[in-house]
C-alpha cells in the first residue's frame, strides 16, 4: 500500500469514529446542542474527498473543489449583506476574481497570487461600483466585499496551493492543516459546552469561552505533537509549534467571523436563521489558519 493511500485509510478510519460517536453522543444526550460537531464533521467528510483528488486522482481536481468551496461561501457572505441595486456590478467582479486567483495558483505563479487580491484587485475593484452610480453607500460596499474577497478567496485560495508548492509534501501539509484546524474546533467547542464559563464574546456567538479557547491550545498541540511524524517532514519543535500556531489562528478566525456575521445579520431574524449552519459555520477556521500556516512554512522550509 502506497504512503497516500495509508494516509487516506487512517483519514477514513477517524472520520468514521468522530461521526460515530458524534451520533452516538447525540442520541444520549438530545437536549445537548451539537450543531457545531456536526458542521464540522460534514467538513471532515468535504475534505475527504478533497484529499481523494489531490493524491490519488488530480491536484486540479482538488484547486477546482477548493474554488467551489470560495465560490459558495463568498455567496453566503453577499447574501448577509444589505445591498443596493448598484452594488450588483461589484459582485460580480468579485466573483470573476475567483477564478483568476486559482489560475495563479494553477500555473504556479506565486508572485501574482499573494498580490493579486491584496494588491491588484484592492486597487481596481471600485471602478464598477464608481461609474455611474454614485457615491451613496460606496465605502460601505466596496469595504465589504474586498474583506469578503479577503477571506473566502484569498484566504480558502491557499488550501489549493499546498500540493502547487510542494508536490512532495503538499497533499499532506493540507491534511495535517485539515485535521488540527477541525480537532481544535470541537475541542473548542465541547469544552465550551460542558465546562465553559467566560464567553469571550456571548452578543456574538455563546459557544466560544476561554476555557475552550485554551483546552483547544493544549489539546490541538498535543495531537499535533502525536501525529506530525506522519504527515510532515517537521522536526518535533515544529510540530509541537504548528499546533499553537493553528489553535491559536483558528480561535481568531472563528471569533472574527462569528462577530461579522452578528453584525451583518442585526435586526435580521429570518435571514439569520436561512444561513446558520452553511458554509462560513463550516470554514471560519480555515480562512485563518490555512495562509497563516502556509507562509509560515514558506518562509522556514525550503521545499515551500
Known sequence: MSEAMEHLVILL?????????????????????????????????????????????????????????????????????????????????????????????????????????????????????????????????????????????????HLAYYQFATPEYGSNLLLFLIILTQANDVIQYIISLYLGKRKVVPSANPNISWEGFIFGVIGTTCISYLIYPIFTPFAWKFGIISGVLISVAGFIGSLTISVLKRDMLIGNKEKAEMLKGRYLSRIDSLTYTSPIFFHVIRYFFDFM
Open 13 to 157: 478510519c477517524i472520520i468514521v469514529t468522530a461521526t460515530l460517536l458524534y451520533y452516538i453522543v447525540k442520541i444520549k444526550q438530545p437536549n445537548k446542542d451539537f450543531s457545531g460537531i456536526k458542521y464540522r464533521v460534514k467538513i471532515w467528510w468535504g475534505m475527504l474527498l478533497i484529499f481523494f483528488l489531490a493524491t490519488l486522482v488530480s491536484p486540479v481536481l482538488s484547486l477546482l473543489s477548493v474554488m467551489g468551496v470560495s465560490y459558495l461561501a463568498l455567496k453566503e457572505y453577499f447574501q448577509m449583506m444589505k445591498t443596493r441595486k448598484s452594488d450588483r456590478r461589484l459582485f460580480l467582479w468579485a466573483y470573476i476574481m475567483i477564478p483568476i486567483q486559482y489560475y495563479w495558483i494553477y500555473i504556479g505563479w506565486y508572485g501574482m497570487f499573494i498580490v493579486f487580491i491584496p494588491v491588484y484587485v484592492f486597487l481596481f475593484l471600485p471602478l464598477p461600483r464608481i461609474i455611474r452610480k454614485g457615491t451613496i453607500g460606496f465605502l460601505r460596499s466596496v469595504s465589504v466585499t474586498q474583506w469578503g474577497l479577503m477571506l473566502m478567496v484569498f484566504g480558502l485560495s
